[in-house]
């Protein structure tokens, strides 16, 4: 039962460099969510997709791209990575509005 | 627009204490309030929840009553143990369409238990 997988676990960036997070859920769920977490700051959204097909920006949206590759993944890129970058990123996804979220164990990021 | 506040931390406690953390929220509707916790290294997990007023929440001995005329949801256990030290979140989600889709977040709270 593998819940919510996030790839890779951890990664380190030099300023300017391009990657992509994966995210996958096996729980078929309609909507997913990239968050990041630094500390004092909580729990930001970046992006979510509300369904397959859809996105929306979060909170903190600029320096990051989604995509919905179907029901399963969420993927997320930073097409030039700079250091306010630096962050822990969870995706999460849930069944419904009224279902609570089911997190990733997070892809630590440290850009240089 | 919506939004979570929640006791800023870190709170320190010996193990059998009693603790509580403070969450109150701001909501233009009728929100879903949840609390998640969070261990070292890992991604957060739902401890419990609660979907309307009056209601009470409750997993491995914590507790939360969802109080509309506080705007509140705090969070208590009556004796805490080594193993619940972690960064707990109060979130609340509203539900319906659109932007509805998305939780807020409180800024977490740290607790740590001592033997």
């Known amino acids: 039962n593998a819940g919510v997988t996030q790839t890779p676990k951890f990664q380190v960036l030099k300023t300017g460099q391009s990657m992509t997070l994966q995210c996958a859920q096996d729980?078929?769920?309609?909507?997913m969510y990239w968050y990041r977490q630094d500390p004092g700051m909580g729990l930001r959204l970046i992006y979510y997709?509300?369904?397959?097909?859809?996105?929306d920006k979060g909170e903190v949206p600029n320096g990051y791209n989604v995509s919905r590759l179907n029901k399963r993944e969420f993927s997320l890129r930073l097409e030039s990575a700079a250091p306010s970058q630096t962050s822990v990123y969870f995706c999460?996804?849930?069944?419904?509005?009224?279902?609570?979220?089911?997190f990733g164990n997070g892809t630590r990021l440290t850009v240089t | 627009g919506d939004s979570v506040t929640q006791m800023e931390g870190p709170v320190t406690l010996s193990e059998e204490a009693f603790l509580t953390i403070n969450c109150t929220y701001t909501?233009?509707?009728?929100?879903?309030l949840f609390w998640y916790v969070q261990y070292p290294g890992e991604g957060l997990q739902l401890l419990l929840k609660a979907t309307k007023a009056d209601d009470k929440g409750s997993n491995k001995g914590f507790e939360a009553t969802y109080r509309k005329e506080t705007t509140s949801f705090h969070l208590e256990k009556g004796s805490v143990q080594v193993s619940d030290s972690a960064v707990y979140f109060c979130a609340l989600s509203i539900g319906s369409g659109g932007s509805n889709y998305k939780l807020t977040f409180g800024k977490g709270t740290l607790l740590t238990v001592n033997p």
């Open positions: 909501a233009t509707g009728y929100p879903s």
């Open positions: 997709s509300a369904s397959e097909g859809t996105t």
């Open positions: 999460a996804s849930r069944l419904s509005l009224a279902s609570p979220l089911h």
């Open positions: 729980m078929n769920h309609n909507s």
